[in-house]
Nanobody, 119 residues
Framework: QVQLVESGGGLVQAGGSLRLSCAASGRTISSYVMGWFRQAPGKEREFVAS????????YYADFVKGRFTIYRDNAKNTVFLQMNSLKPEDTAVYYC????????????WGQGTQVTVSS
């Protein structure tokens, strides 16, 4: 079992920055890949970025490359999403999720945190 708790959302002007945090707990968290997803009103949930707890590469959706950075603090079991140069179209509920290495689906999800970017 993995528990995920997000924080760090809020209201920011276009061009601003926010950092989201995802605190993870569970016995075998090191064997998981952590991901960030987002869902805007009236739209489907979409992948934003992912990172494994152990050695491995990060992945980003094309629409955030160069603006968002995903990274982790293994000592704190926390994954971060640094979001820079925010745009109004980045407005969404952002979710942290976890999947086991080798699995296709993300099994565990946080409750989500709202990010609103004003123009």
């Amino acid at each position: 079992q993995v528990q995920l708790v997000e924080s760090g959302g809020g209201l920011v002007q276009a061009g601003g920055s926010l950092r989201l945090s995802c605190a993870a707990s569970g016995r075998t968290i090191s064997s998981y890949v952590m991901g960030w997803f987002r869902q805007a009103p009236g739209k489907e949930r979409e992948f934003v970025a992912s990172i494994p707890w152990t050695v491995g590469r990060t992945y980003y959706a094309d629409f955030v490359k160069g603006r968002f950075t995903i990274y982790r603090d293994n000592a704190k079991n926390t994954v971060f999403l640094q979001m820079n140069s925010l745009k109004p179209e980045d407005t969404a509920v952002y979710y942290c999720a976890a999947r086991q290495l080798g699995a296709n689906e993300y099994k565990y999800w946080g409750q989500g945190t709202q990010v609103t970017v004003s123009s």
